[in-house]
């Protein structure tokens, strides 16, 4: 159980966690990123299926998250002032990812996780006048924000934005051409992850296409993401609540 704190310790620990996630998120941006860019009817990778849907996620070799849903809510409603420039070494990453999408005009799409709203404008405008797009964030600061972004880019029209979780997500079924996920599954503890994954399955369409751009793991003794992990495991707060995570296997079970 976490302990509230007085007031201005909250803010100075706050203002500590921001001023050291901008230190050390670029020694993990750049180089320790996956992409899985998967269809429902078109396999990018050789699956081997199970029968039903049930994955021991805890076999995956996750660390577990410490943080509580509140703690992190909390957390990135104080990163949003400040988010784009903590998390500018990402962009390489999102450029390829925006590629693999593949985003059409006309497409029907859902940003799960959306944060400032930067790669949620970018598919607003690939769909056109014809398409949409559709985000959802549990920050309520990152909801306001990305809200005027949009108002600003005169795309109200075409954005529609929820406050909301990723394991309950209120859209239709079979809705979404493309399900698009950036850095949010490193902030899912472990056996939540499924939960997640199946709600992005259940609302994409057949033959949809999924994007999602995740924290990987290091194999060598001396990787960085291997310093990474070692600060996560004592101070997870220092690195926005991100861990390295493993979806591969995950993914193949779940019979995408």
Not at 145 to 170: F, W
Not at 226 to 247: D, N, T
Request: proline fraction near 3%; charge should be positive; hydrophobic fraction near 40%.
């Amino acid at each position: 159980m976490e302990m509230p704190l007085p007031r201005g310790l909250k803010q100075t620990v706050c203002g500590l966690e921001i001023l050291l996630f901008s230190v050390l998120s670029p020694y993990v941006s750049i180089s320790f990123v996956t992409l899985f860019c998967l269809s429902r009817n078109v396999f990018l990778f050789d699956f081997h299926f199970n029968n039903n849907n049930e994955v021991n996620m805890s076999n995956l070799g996750n660390r577990r998250v410490t943080l509580s849903s509140r703690r992190i809510r909390g957390l990135y409603d104080h990163l949003s002032p400040v988010y784009d420039h903590l998390t500018r070494f990402e962009s390489g990453a999102e450029k390829r990812a925006l590629k693999i999408a593949s985003v059409k005009s006309g497409c029907i799409v859902l940003e799960v996780g959306f944060g400032t709203g930067r790669i949620l404008l970018e598919l607003a405008k690939r769909t056109g006048n014809q398409g949409k797009a559709y985000g959802i964030d549990v920050s309520t600061k990152m909801v306001e924000k990305t809200r005027r972004i949009i108002k600003k880019h005169k795309l109200s029209e075409r954005v529609g934005l929820s406050l909301g979780d990723a394991r309950n997500l209120p859209y239709r079924n079979e809705m979404f051409d493309l399900v698009f996920n950036s850095h949010m599954l490193d902030l899912i503890d472990t056996p939540l992850i499924s939960d997640v994954l199946l709600e992005f399955k259940r609302v994409l369409k057949l033959g949809g296409r999924m994007v999602l751009v995740n924290l990987s793991k290091g194999n060598a003794w001396n990787s960085r993401i291997k310093a990474y992990e070692w600060v996560y495991g004592r101070w997870p707060s220092l690195l926005g609540g991100c861990r390295p995570i493993l979806m591969k296997s995950a993914v193949e079970n779940l019979r995408f």
